[in-house]
């Protein structure tokens, strides 16, 4: 039995170094994560007030272009404020001068059409005039003509004329 107890000892040993090497491997890994963890948290800190700073500069920057934009904006409205009274009232000035000028060829061509109409309505009623005063003449002959006629009062003349 000597052997048997020399051999559970020597497991017992082996087990218990066994455990010992597991415990300080895990102790390693427990304390290189947790400097792998306090690695990434002091990097982190570190980037956090990096890119802090970082953002506070691009609002700082943005609020100042924002307001040189503004400032160039409201100059640039300014100079163009006055350039544009400038430009409308040299535009209204134009455009009536040639609205007027407009107006005068506009009313002296409609007083020079409105004068030939007339022209061209009374010569055209003086000719309808003479010529429904030549086509009553000439119905008041034929009649009288055609009445002397049927009655056998006419000339020889006006009965050839008649037939």
């Known amino acids: 039995m000597g052997r048997l107890t020399d051999d559970m000892a020597q497991l017992r040993r082996n087990i218990d170094g066994s455990r010992e090497t597991r415990l300080v491997q895990q102790n390693a890994r427990v304390s290189s994560v947790s400097a792998q963890i306090a690695g990434f ?50 535009f209204v000035s134009d455009m009536s001068k040639k609205t007027l000028d407009l107006l005068g060829g506009f009313n002296a061509d409609r007083k020079s059409m409105a004068e030939r109409s007339a022209r061209e309505r009374a010569d055209f009623i003086t000719n309808m005039t003479n010529s429904v005063a030549a086509f009553i003449n000439d119905v008041a002959q034929d009649r009288a003509g055609a009445h002397a006629v049927f009655f056998g009062t006419g000339t020889a003349a006006s009965k050839k004329k008649a037939v």
């Not at 007030?49 to 409201?74: E, K, P, Q, Y």
């Open 41 to 90: 948290a002091a990097s982190r800190a570190r980037n956090g007030a990096r890119d802090a700073h970082v953002r506070a500069t691009f609002v700082t920057d943005n609020a100042n272009d924002v307001i040189r934009l503004l400032n160039d904006f409201r100059h640039t409205c300014q100079v163009m404020g006055r350039q544009g009274r400038e430009s409308r009232a040299v």
